[in-house]
C-alpha cells in the first residue's frame, strides 16, 4: 500500500533552525529548547494574581509545580529559579516563612 503524499504549500515552510521551530509546546533550536514565551507569560500572571491575594499559596505551588513539569523539559533552569523567587519573595513579605527555593527544583 502505497499512497502518494503531497506537500500543502501553504501550510508548510522551510525555515532556518537558527529561528527555532515552534513545536509541542517548546520553542526548538538546534542545539536547546525553550518554553513558549506565551506559557512563561501566564505563569507570570498567575503570580501577579497570587501577589494581589486572589490565590492562595497552596493554589500557586501547585500551578507552579504543575509547569514546573513542562518547563524542566526546555533549558530553564534559571527561569524556574527565578520565578520561585518571586513566589517565595512574596509569601516571605507576607508572613514570616520564606519556604526552600532549592526544595521544589529538580
Not at 38 to 43: A, D, E, G, L, S
Not at 60 to 85: D, F, H, P, V
Request: aromatic share 14%; proline share 0%.
Amino acid at each position: 500500500m502505497r499512497e502518494n503524499l503531497e506537500i500543502h504549500f501553504q501550510k508548510s515552510r522551510i525555515i532556518s533552525l537558527s529561528k527555532g521551530i515552534d513545536f509541542v509546546g517548546f520553542k526548538n533550536f538546534y542545539y536547546y529548547k525553550l518554553a513558549r514565551k506565551r506559557n512563561i507569560r501566564k505563569m507570570e500572571k498567575k503570580i501577579k494574581i497570587y501577589e494581589n491575594g486572589e490565590l492562595k499559596y497552596r493554589e500557586i505551588m501547585e500551578s507552579y509545580q504543575g509547569w514546573q513539569a513542562y518547563s524542566k523539559w526546555a533549558n530553564t533552569l534559571k527561569l524556574r529559579k527565578r520565578i520561585l523567587k518571586k513566589i517565595y519573595r512574596i509569601k516571605k513579605s507576607s508572613s514570616i516563612d520564606g519556604g526552600d527555593v532549592g526544595k521544589h527544583l529538580k
